[in-house]
């Protein structure tokens, strides 16, 4: 059998909260920066190492909000990595398919019912209502896991080979 290797790097899409956020994050640092000038006179040596402490102590939060996940499909086996600000790595899930115990469209009917169980639910795709959304119900690490993604056609042809009867793609034209 061939050995098979694919990966898909998909961006995070800012949400509302995210936004929030980050304005949030602007208006502390302001507050910040005016107590340290109004006060500045009595530690005026440390008033430039404390405002560039805190340039960058925003820089550091505010693309660490940056995040985008990597799908890699080596020969069946799913590995997804949360990659924060392009900086850091995380290993977020991991499973082989023939593991899965369903996988399918998040517009199916499936979803809904899978939805409705006790589990976590994992998001690693650009943004919950993206159209090209699938998910996985499986465990990992001894929890009970709802993880939605976006694989492209390539990783579902390779994840189904492996796991056929639960994995709910059917290919173009089939």
Do not use: H
Not at 38 to 46: E, K, V
């Amino acid at each position: 059998m061939d050995d098979t290797f694919m990966e898909k790097i998909v961006a995070r899409r800012k949400t509302g909260q995210d936004y929030w956020k980050i304005t949030g994050l602007m208006v502390a640092s302001f507050l910040i920066m005016a107590a340290i000038m109004m006060f500045g006179g009595y530690f005026s040596f440390l008033v430039p190492l404390l405002l560039v402490g805190l340039g960058y102590g925003l820089w550091f939060l505010l693309s660490g909000m940056n995040r985008e996940y990597e799908y890699i499909v080596t020969n069946g086996d799913l590995d997804i990595d949360m990659i924060i600000a392009r900086r850091r790595r995380k290993r977020v899930f991991s499973g082989k398919a023939k593991e899965f115990e369903l996988m399918a469209k998040v517009s199916s009917d499936d979803y809904r019912q899978a939805a409705k169980g006790n589990r976590k639910l994992l998001d690693c795709s650009s943004s919950i209502k993206s159209p090209n959304n699938w998910f996985i119900e499986a465990e990992y690490k001894g929890e009970r896991l709802l993880v939605i993604f976006e694989p492209d056609e390539r990783m579902l042809k390779n994840l189904k080979r492996f796991n056929p009867s639960r994995i709910k793609y059917v290919p173009y034209g089939a």
